[in-house]
């Protein structure tokens, strides 16, 4: 079974950005706003459980909709779950994983 997170995670086209902004959606939208700006369309979303449990509950666009790797949908993307992803990661991903984003966020207040 081919599992779409781990592409992601080694795509040779990933970059790693810092975000300092105030909200996890800030850092969301911060991912899909880079994404868009490269001419792609965000298909996926990766992150450890913490982190999806927070986007559930902090993002009233998402949806927990289970479906093959997927958990969840928010706006154009599929989320996907890997246990390996600090609770400081989230990886923005086109459908060919062409542009792979890993956006490192400020979640812990001594960074």
């Given at each position: 079974?081919?599992?779409?997170?781990?592409?992601?995670?080694?795509?040779?086209?990933?970059?790693?950005l810092p975000f300092k902004g105030q909200t996890l959606k800030?850092?969301?939208?911060?991912?899909?706003?880079?994404?868009?700006?490269?001419?792609?369309?965000?298909?996926?979303?990766?992150?450890?459980?913490?982190?999806?449990?927070?986007?559930?509950?902090?993002?009233?666009?998402?949806?927990l909709k289970i479906e093959g790797d997927s958990i969840g949908?928010?706006?154009?993307?599929?989320?996907?779950?890997?246990?390996?992803?600090?609770?400081?990661?989230?990886?923005?991903?086109?459908?060919t994983f062409s542009v792979v984003l890993n956006i490192y966020?400020?979640?812990?207040?001594?960074?």
């Amino acid at each position: 079974m081919k599992n779409t997170a781990t592409d992601i995670i080694y795509s040779k086209a990933r970059i790693s950005l810092p975000f300092k902004g105030q909200t996890l959606k800030d850092a969301l939208v911060f991912g899909f706003s880079y994404i868009e700006s490269e001419d792609h369309v965000v298909q996926y979303i990766v992150a450890n459980p913490n982190v999806l449990k927070k986007i559930f509950g902090e993002v009233p666009d998402s949806k927990l909709k289970i479906e093959g790797d997927s958990i969840g949908e928010l706006w154009t993307a599929k989320l996907l779950v890997h246990d390996r992803l600090s609770d400081s990661q989230v990886l923005f991903s086109n459908n060919t994983f062409s542009v792979v984003l890993n956006i490192y966020t400020n979640s812990n207040p001594e960074d």
